[in-house]
């Protein structure tokens, strides 16, 4: 069996998880005697230079590497200026999908059952640091939504730097009031009164103007921080983090409005997005005509790179095609209608977790067999492992080891972990969080509870996750969840975010980990994991028979082997 596995890079130096993945499949799959070729670009270093689009540094050369044959061409760079002009294009649209379906989203807040307290709606900007807290701009039009008893008083600080017309207009259970605000060149408190209200409260801001500053897209109106109310139970604060789609999630609404946004979408802006993203490769689509037809099975990853698009020259040699789309499904930058096209076109795809499956690629009806993804045994499964050394290493012998391994990036919600370790010390003096991954956002971290060690290499790694007491990672967005898998290796319990579906579907909360949706939930987990030792020994021991049963390559590779042998076959 000669098989054509194509990616977007390739190396045993290049790291990432959808490339580590990749590549362990191809050599667990040589192993059982598939020769296989790798088709990819001279990609090394992938260089973000715009929100949407990816520049291929062009570094590397043909090799051979633990036996697979890795053919390399060089990619395209875009320019600069026509990608300035794509970006911008882009984000309007967005922006505009959101505004006209935000009747929409605001009629689900009302409909649906919406949990005592406050959260974002639609309009919003992605969530940043000012000083020490924490702010967030609006669209051209914004809102937010209370649902309390007895609501008395609504606050928020708000800057107005460019002095736009603004209107705040509060519309609740027998009180509507407007307000406009022309100009507010600094940070300034607004308040309402009201008359004790009870049920759902919208408070709408509208902006007469919007500023887009250099380099950013986004289209901005007013800054706004400290969203509080009062009611019956006290003086509450509204999460900055949590809006609309975190709601849609919590009611199983927000993947099928994420694909409905991509299906309307006008098809030029697919074609945008695939110039920016890349690679655009014409000698790899070149040599694929070529040689394609050589081989008995073409395998492909990932979204959202153009290398999966490369892969359909397949079908023009009536080769069996497999996709490996290792998608993100509940996040937008991976819905686009041509991406659903390929999906559906495929003869069959790769899912990692049975989440996906059913989500997306059922769906679409798609042809999708849910393979998993597996940990290496080499390193997470030796006998050389030694928490005790990490625990020395770092000066940590006494103390309560809270560990999570991930991109030092806001979308993995590494706060939450800070945030929940400071507000438990007083109870454990001696519980301290180490964080460990590369430092994406560079932000620093003044918490003393907090021990950063970067990226660290397989045996630090492996040693720390023997060395930890509970293991927590509470990203928004994942394919699967690999780092879950390696902290039970080491029989540790887990905490993870429970609107990830991807995390949600490999953890069986209270049986083999905890699941968690704020703050306040993460805070509670990490006290009942440390103080019922018991329980979590038990966790623990769950999660490393899910692993040994599902979750190593030897499985995944035999799945994925024996897949490959039917299609051919059905050829």
């Not at 990816?54 to 061409?73: A, P, Q």
């Not at 009302?110 to 924490?134: C, H, I, P, T, V």
């Not at 999460?239 to 009611?251: A, C, P, S, T, V």
């Not at 395998?299 to 040699?317: G, V």
């Given at each position: ?256 409005y994420l694909m409905q946004r991509a299906h309307d979408r ?195 790694l492996a040693d720390a996750y023997d060395a930890c007491d ?102």
């Open positions: 069996m000669k098989a054509l596995h194509i990616t977007f890079r390739y190396g045993n130096d290049v790291y990432g998880g959808a490339e580590l993945y990749f590549r362990h499949l191809s050599e667990e799959l040589k192993k059982r005697g598939v020769e296989i070729d790798i088709c990819t670009t001279q990609t090394h270093t992938l260089i973000p230079f715009i929100k949407s689009g990816t520049k291929f540094d062009n570094s590397l050369g043909n090799e051979t590497i633990n036996g697979i044959r890795v053919f390399r061409f060089p990619a395209k760079s875009q320019n600069r200026y026509l990608s300035l002009i794509f970006e911008k294009l882009i984000q309007w649209q967005r922006d505009r999908e959101e505004l006209e379906s935000s009747s929409e989203i605001r009629e689900i807040f009302n409909k649906s059952y919406f949990e005592n307290g406050g959260m974002l709606a639609d309009g919003w900007n992605q969530l940043e640091r000012y000083g020490d807290s924490f702010m967030r701009w609006t669209k051209s039009d914004a809102a937010f939504v209370i649902n309390d008893s007895n609501i008395s008083k609504i606050s928020f600080s708000l800057n107005n730097p460019k002095g736009f017309f603004t209107q705040i207009e509060i519309i609740a259970n027998g009180h509507h009031e407007r307000r406009i605000i022309r100009s507010l060149s600094h940070w300034s408190t607004i308040s309402f009164q009201l008359a004790n209200v009870s049920g759902l409260v919208t408070v709408k801001i509208h902006c007469g103007n919007v500023w887009r500053p250099i380099k950013d897209f986004r289209s901005l109106g007013v800054a706004i921080s400290n969203i509080k109310y009062v009611s019956q139970s006290g003086e509450e604060t509204i999460d900055l983090e949590h809006d609309y789609r975190f709601f849609l999630n919590k009611q199983k609404k927000y993947i099928p006008p098809k030029y802006y697919s074609w945008m997005f695939d110039y920016l993203r890349g690679p655009r490769s014409p000698d790899m689509q070149r040599w694929l005509e070529r040689n394609i037809s050589n081989y008995d099975i073409v395998l492909a990853q990932m979204l959202p790179f153009n290398t999966l698009k490369y892969s359909f020259i397949a079908k023009k040699f009536n080769k069996p095609l497999i996709l490996l789309p290792l998608m993100h499904v509940d996040d937008e930058f991976y819905h686009w209608n041509h991406y659903y096209d390929m999906l559906k076109s495929a003869d069959c795809i790769f899912s990692l977790t049975l989440f996906s499956k059913k989500q997306v690629f059922d769906n679409l009806g798609a042809k999708c067999i849910n393979v998993g993804a597996g940990i290496e045994t080499g390193i997470f499964l030796n006998g050389d492992i030694n928490g005790s050394r990490f625990r020395e290493k770092y000066h940590l012998t006494d103390k309560e080891i809270i560990l999570t391994v991930s991109r030092k990036s806001p979308t993995k919600n590494y706060d939450y972990l800070i945030e929940a370790i400071e507000g438990i010390k007083h109870d454990h003096p001696e519980v301290i969080l180490v964080m460990i991954g590369p430092d994406e956002d560079k932000k620093p971290i003044k918490s003393e509870n907090v021990l950063y060690l970067g990226k660290l290499g397989d045996r630090d509970v293991f927590a990672m509470m990203s928004e967005s994942e394919s699967f969840g690999m780092v879950f898998c390696e902290a039970w290796s080491r029989k540790k319990p887990v905490i993870g975010n429970r609107n990830c579906g991807a995390v949600a579907a490999i953890i069986d909360h209270n049986w083999d980990g905890l699941l968690c949706s704020d703050k306040k939930e993460v805070r509670s987990a990490i006290i009942q994991l440390l103080e019922d030792k018991k329980n979590s020994v038990i966790f623990g021991e769950r999660g490393y028979q899910k692993v040994i049963e599902r979750y190593t390559w030897d499985k995944i590779s035999n799945r994925v082997y024996n897949c490959y042998n039917n299609l051919i076959m059905r050829n």
